[in-house]
Each structure stands twice: as structure tokens, then as C-alpha cells.
């Protein structure tokens, strides 16, 4: 089976940074996009970046500049590098997986399996 599970998140202050990590497991790491998405309280879920297997990225515009997303193959791992953190990035973080696919992936409706999520807090 397809499996994500993510870690990495935490309480921080504003300003600092976070790594979450997003292991994949169950598929051939060499055909996928993995996309990172927040759920924030009364928010809609929102994209947040995502990686394909051959290396093209996308980022949302919120967070342009300071995330950056990676992907170590040898450990079918995504990571995604979030610096200069804000309050409004306090949200429950999730990895999703399109299989298959070596397209950036926008839509929640295209990735097959999600992760548990971790939370991300940001204070002020």
C-alpha cells in the first residue's frame, strides 16, 4: 500500500524556520508528484508547494521566497524547508501523492493518498 507519513512540526516562533518530512513508501519513487497542502482553523485547505520526480516545483504565492521544497530520492523523502516563518503559516500541514504523474499536480482532487498531517505553530 501507499503510505505517507509526515514529521517535522512544531511550535516556533515568528521569524524562525521548520523541516517537515514527507516518507513515502509503497510506489516507485521515480514517476510522482508530492505536494504539500495547510488546513488552517475556519480556512479552506490550501496548496502550499509541490515536487515531481524530475525535479520541476511549484509554490503558492504566500510562501514564495521563504519555503523550499526537495526530494531525496535514495530515502523516498520530500522535504519542505519553511524560513521566516509567519502567524498565518500556523495550520496542520499534510504531503499528498499523484503516483504515476510527472506533472505539478494543483488540485486536491488529483493526489491518491494523503499523509496524517503535523501541526506547524507560529507565534507571534
Known amino acids: 500500500d501507499v503510505q505517507l507519513v509526515e514529521s517535522g512540526g512544531g511550535l516556533v516562533q515568528a521569524g524562525g524556520s521548520l523541516r517537515l518530512s514527507c516518507a513515502a513508501s509503497?510506489?516507485?519513487?521515480?514517476?510522482?508528484?508530492i505536494g504539500w497542502f495547510r488546513k488552517a482553523p475556519g480556512k479552506e485547505r490550501e496548496g502550499v508547494s509541490s515536487i515531481t520526480s524530475d525535479g520541476s516545483t511549484y509554490y503558492a504565492d504566500s510562501v514564495k521566497g521563504r519555503f523550499t521544497i526537495s526530494s531525496d530520492n535514495a530515502k523516498n523523502t520530500v522535504y519542505l524547508q519553511m524560513n521566516s516563518l509567519k502567524p498565518e503559516d500556523t495550520a496542520v500541514y499534510y504531503c499528498?501523492?499523484?503516483?504515476?504523474?510527472?506533472?505539478?499536480?494543483?488540485?486536491?482532487?488529483?493526489?491518491?493518498?494523503w499523509g496524517q498531517g503535523t501541526q506547524v505553530t507560529v507565534s507571534s
Open positions: 499528498a501523492v499523484a503516483v504515476n504523474n510527472r506533472k505539478v499536480v494543483y488540485y486536491v482532487y488529483e493526489y491518491d493518498v
Open positions: 509503497g510506489f516507485t519513487f521515480d514517476d510522482y508528484c
